[in-house]
């Protein structure tokens, strides 16, 4: 079974300061890495993905995420936040070839970012 | 990406009726999906929904509660049945797209109270 974890409920940084919303994993094989963001009252937006290749992704809105295979982390980072990136970022994983092509979704991080 | 809608954006209903959700997509997509996010909660998948066959339902949800209808490519409905206030949630349905229909795209949701 794959799983997702999101170890922080939430997150908060001053505006201007790097941030990084954590993410690790588990899966068969290797994996499909996502990040949505969602802003109140709105659906899921895709940020970034990881499939194959660097292991740093670059992603919408200046969102970036580096996959760590030893670690099964894939944490999001942005060097420097802005106070319209505060919402809810899920983390997401699915299995690249075999098992369940449909992803699971961690329980999300509310990220605030003060002014 | 896609373009995708859903109608209402949110609705207001009484216990014990029903409420049929719209999904439209700005392209021709096989695979189509129902979520459901609880307040302060993740995603958890409701069905799949292919074009000409019937839905394919998780753990926990049934098609007399959840019917859905897929009727081309770039449409699919979810009505959900004889609700009760725990059906109060966010319903969002997504489409797989990408190079290899690797990443999930995601609808504004539709958001349900029931009294």
């Known amino acids: 079974a794959q799983s997702v974890a999101q170890p922080e409920d939430q997150v908060n940084v001053a505006e201007g300061n790097p941030l990084t919303v954590k993410c690790t994993y588990s899966?068969?094989?290797?994996?499909?890495l996502f990040w949505y963001v969602q802003y109140p009252n709105r659906g899921l937006q895709f940020l970034l993905k990881y499939i194959t290749g660097d292991n740093l992704v670059k992603g919408s809105y200046g969102f970036e995420a580096e996959f760590n295979k030893s670690q099964t982390s894939f944490h999001l980072k942005k060097p420097s936040a802005l106070v319209s990136d505060s919402a809810l970022y899920f983390c997401a994983v699915r299995g690249a070839s075999g098992g369940s092509y449909i992803p699971t979704f961690g329980r999300g991080t509310s990220l605030i970012v003060h002014p | 990406s896609a373009v995708i809608s859903q109608k209402p954006s949110r609705d207001i209903c009484q216990r014990g009726t029903s409420l049929t959700i719209q999904c439209q997509v700005d392209?021709?997509?096989?695979?189509m999906f129902w979520y459901r996010q609880q307040p302060g909660q993740s995603l958890t998948l409701i069905a799949t929904?292919?074009?000409?066959?019937?839905?394919?339902?998780e753990s926990g949800f049934v098609i007399d509660k959840f019917p859905i209808s897929r009727p081309n490519l770039t449409f699919s409905t979810l009505t959900v049945s004889n609700m009760s206030p725990e059906d109060s949630s966010i319903y969002l349905c997504?489409?797989?797209?990408?190079?290899?229909?690797?990443?999930?795209?995601f609808g504004p949701g539709t958001r349900l109270t029931v009294l």
């Open positions: 997504s489409v797989e797209l990408g190079a290899n229909t690797d990443t999930q795209y």
């Open positions: 392209s021709q997509v096989t695979m």
């Open positions: 929904a292919n074009q000409g066959s019937e839905a394919t339902y």
């Open positions: 899966v068969s094989g290797n994996p499909y």
